[in-house]
């Protein structure tokens, strides 16, 4: 062992913070969670972005004797992290494609000596041909698995490399694995330390709760006067805009270099000598703004960007709260704006139907439908972002666009209490649309097959409307009084919070739907004459034509009474394939919907499967009345 090795060990954690980084204390629950992994003990750690998580590892690396190999999914991150370890006077070092064969020797030389404390690495590079047994040889410490939720499907950046990593705990049985990520929800926990083949891991989870972020959504028609504003309102203040594609990236960093602003575009059609510089002027603060894809910000340590604005609807919660967590991360007041427009919601559904996997497609439309109801939102946002991550906050913020200019509440806790009973009742094994059966006393196929309509609640709200019950519930589990778990059929449970209103005369406050219909309108409006550019699938329209036709037969109407020409044609994009999603098309209210969603959406779903040849609809059509 080195004389600097011994040095370091002989330190107190607070001595080294203070030595390496700068730091007098440690950030909430860090020396816990460092005490822990310098004990040898396998950990999960879930702390928000910006809370620390590296310092989770770093130092026990300094701490432990051996190598800490940090398997870490980016290049970039790898490269930022380890410059900055070096920067402290850390011997790091990083593995990866984009090293020239001369400085993989140098790293290797310095490897072998023993020299080096932590090396990161790819999962890919890990699994290369025999580099298990390389680093087996070099007295490996130390596991540290970064974005962690990779591992599961229920993540919103599943990668299959990572459920491979479980071979580590049967290869080095003796060395701890601290498993670390910035959102994982109730499904994705689960999961980590089950996959990765942990021994009795202890979790550690931070609270996500940013109280200087402001959180707002504005409507996506005219963004860029909007954006406007925003600039001149940081002037030379230090902010990233995440857009969807590269062109977008490129055309608005046009835009607002011609104000005046410093500005440069980021995303991975550049070469990576110009990402490089980008990003490095922008950690230096000679560039302000960033207009990127949402690669970029992947582990940059920079304390004072002050806005982070989406042009574009990202498709989960858990991918915006990341990147919003990238602002104000100095403690001090920021703010996070994401435009949202229906055609976002349509944009990612599109990439959705893409996806061969089904079950992982299903999951992905889930997760998508959380961060639609976000955007159309009536309640504090950062209870939704909190409740989501399964934390129970008390009150709302008080720093979001809704809590500073809140709807006309009403007391809905005899709505809530229905609801809530209803899924006591039940013992936690339903889902929303079987609790609205329930509570509307419908005889379903899932109500019949469970023996529902024997419980004291069915039926107990047949008076308030599907629609309604749709958005009491959605706000229920906005506000945290309920909870989804994806991995269970994505059945509703109970939680601390269900049971202060069950049973402690806990008041809830409900908005309206009629308030809610208004600002999802409002969201959803589209640009005159939108349907005459889009692109479709021209056989599914005919097809959706022809099946219009037949209903307008049987129900002795012209066929623009079923749906105009409009609808069929947002249809065709949108691909509706629930009773929800089927609301979301033009022209669809809830009447319509319930007439004829069931059968419009087998159909989609049928032709977009390729069934369609020799289908007959006639024998499943309801009787529908005139």
């Known amino acids: 062992m080195s004389t600097q090795e011994q040095l370091l060990e002989n330190l107190s954690p607070e001595k080294l913070l203070q030595k390496h980084f700068g730091y007098s204390t440690f950030r909430p629950q860090q020396k816990e969670i460092i005490q822990h992994v310098i004990d040898g003990k396998d950990a999960v750690v879930l702390m928000p972005t910006g809370g620390g998580k590296s310092m989770c590892y770093q130092l026990p690396a300094l701490m432990r004797r051996g190598l800490t190999v940090v398997i870490s999914p980016l290049i970039a991150l790898m490269k ?35 020299s ?3 090396l990161y690495v790819s999962p890919e590079r890990l699994f290369s041909r025999n580099f298990l047994d390389y680093i087996g040889q070099l007295n490996v410490g ?18 299959p490399e990572y459920k491979k990593l479980s071979i580590l705990k049967q290869v080095f049985k003796s060395v701890p694995v601290v498993a670390l990520t910035a959102t994982a929800d109730r499904a994705v926990r689960g ?16 609270s996500f709760d940013r109280p200087n972020l402001s959180l707002a959504v504005l409507p996506g028609q005219n963004k860029w006067k909007q954006i406007e504003k925003i600039l001149h309102r940081y002037q030379n203040k230090c902010g990233i805009i995440y857009c969807s594609s590269r062109a977008g990236t490129e055309k608005l960093a046009q835009q607002i270099h011609s104000l005046g602003f410093s500005a440069k575009a980021y995303h991975a059609g550049m070469k990576s000598d110009e990402r490089s510089k980008t990003q490095d002027e922008f950690i230096q603060g000679n560039l302000k703004i960033v207009c990127a894809t949402l690669a970029f910000g992947m582990g940059i340590d920079k304390s004072n960007v002050r806005f982070v ?10 991918s915006y709260y990341q990147e919003v967590g990238r602002a104000g991360r100095d403690g001090q007041p920021a ?33 998508l439908n959380r961060m639609q109801e976000y955007a159309e939102a009536q309640v504090c946002r950062r209870k939704i972002l909190l409740s989501y991550f399964s934390e129970l906050p008390e009150h709302d913020c008080e720093n979001c666009d809704v809590c500073a200019n809140p709807p006309k509440y009403f007391d809905g806790t005899k709505e809530a209490q ?17 609790l609205i059966d329930v509570l509307k006393g419908t005889h379903s196929t899932s109500v019949l097959e469970h023996k529902l309509e024997t419980i004291k609640t069915f039926g107990a709200g047949k008076q308030i409307t599907l629609f309604s019950w749709q958005l009491f519930i959605q706000q229920l589990i906005q506000q945290g009084y309920l909870e989804i778990d994806y991995k269970e059929h994505y059945n509703l449970k109970l939680n601390l919070l269900s049971r202060q209103v069950l049973f402690d005369s806990r008041s809830v406050r409900l908005v309206s739907p009629e308030t809610i219909k208004d600002r999802q309108e409002k969201l959803k409006e589209k640009p005159k004459g939108i349907m005459n550019n889009v692109k479709v699938d021209e056989s599914l329209f005919e097809h959706l034509k022809s099946l219009r036709k037949e209903i307008a037969d049987k129900i002795k109407k012209p066929a623009f009474v079923v749906f105009g020409n ?20 033009t022209g669809v209210g809830e009447h319509k919907a319930n007439l004829y969603a069931g059968i419009f959406t087998e159909a989609i779903k049928k032709f977009t499967s390729g069934k369609t040849q020799g289908d007959t609809y006639k024998e499943t059509m309801p009787l529908y009345s005139s």
């Open 116 to 118: 080096i404390k932590l």
């Open 80 to 114: 930022d992290q380890v410059q900055a370890l070096q920067s402290n006077g850390i011997k790091a070092a990083y593995l990866n494609s984009s090293m020239l064969a001369n400085e993989e020797s140098l790293v290797k030389e310095e490897l072998q000596k023993g």
């Open 309 to 318: 604005i989406h042009h574009n609807m990202p498709g989960n919660l858990e």
């Open 418 to 434: 229905m609801a809530l009973s209803a899924v006591y009742r039940t013992e936690e094994t339903i889902s929303v649309s079987t």
């Open 142 to 159: 130390l596991f540290a698995i970064d974005e962690a939720h990779c591992v599961s499907s229920w993540g919103h950046h599943f990668r």
């Open 191 to 206: 999961d980590i330390s089950l996959l990765l083949n942990l021994n009795e891991a202890k979790y550690f989870i931070s």
């Open 335 to 367: 703010e996070a704006i994401l435009f949202y427009s229906y055609r976002d919601v349509q944009t990612h559904l599109g990439f959705i139907s893409k996806v061969k996997d089904q079950g992982y497609a299903k999951i992905q439309k889930a997760k």
């Open 566 to 585: 409009a609808s069929l044609l947002d249809m065709c994009e949108i691909l509706p394939v629930t009773y929800d999603e089927f609301l979301n098309v």
